[in-house]
């Protein structure tokens, strides 16, 4: 490596989009699914709290959605406005608190498939979260949540790793669990992303700390937001036509939540 240093990804836009964009395909396709079959009403507004770069904002925009989202770091919102007004949309997403937000209007359906959710380490962030979200739709609209549960039967995934090309531009990407304390309820994870250009390269180094959740800690969070309801839960395959049933071995969870 030419250069180490510590730093988050989410301060290098460029680097996320592809990180986290690669596959961008199978999660639109199945939005898409879910919008159109199990949302209560016609889905128009879409929203993205944690949007990061909009990797998906843009194209829901291009397949006639009117989208907004938010996240807490201007260098990502700034990446997914310029691209939404490249391709002649609004620049519709601001630097908010995924926490404590309120929108001017109403969406349909609201999505966040990539564990953002797990950033909110307290039980009340993840609560005042959900509820901003059912404050934010509309009757019969969705939510889109996924995230890893923490597995009771069974040894949890500790270690994972993928890499992503654009062009020129190569991030290798690694992610291992640091600490896991289920009393806490807290998981320290490192991650490192070794990027590759034509004319450098660099490892980004970043620590990362989550929230758990079992299967049932997260119903009882659900439940404590009674204007919304689990309507189906699928994996990380973004099968429409496969849902899952969580059982205690369950681990990538992506839970489709209904505004009553």
Known sequence: MNQVIQASL???PKYYDLVYGSDWKAEFDFLVACFENLAGRTVRRVFEPACGTGRLMY?????GCEVSGLDLNPRAVDYCNR???RHGFPASAFVGDMADFRL???VDAAFNTIGSFRHLVSGRAAQDHLQCIANCLNKGGLYVLGFHLTPTVGQPLEEESWSARRGHLCVNTYMWTAERNLRRREERLGMTC???TPTKTLRLNEEIIFRTYTKRQFEK???DV???EIAKV???HYEFENPVELGPETEDAVFILRKR
Do not use: Q
């Not at 194209?59 to 397949?63: F, M, N, P, V, Y």
């Open 194 to 196: 070794d990027v590759y």
């Open 59 to 63: 194209r829901l925009a291009k397949a």
């Open 10 to 12: 989410y301060d290098y």
């Open 234 to 236: 699928f994996d990380f």
């Open 83 to 85: 691209r939404l007004e």
């Open 221 to 223: 969070l659900v439940s």
């Open 226 to 228: 009674p204007e919304l």
């Open 104 to 106: 001017p209007r109403k």
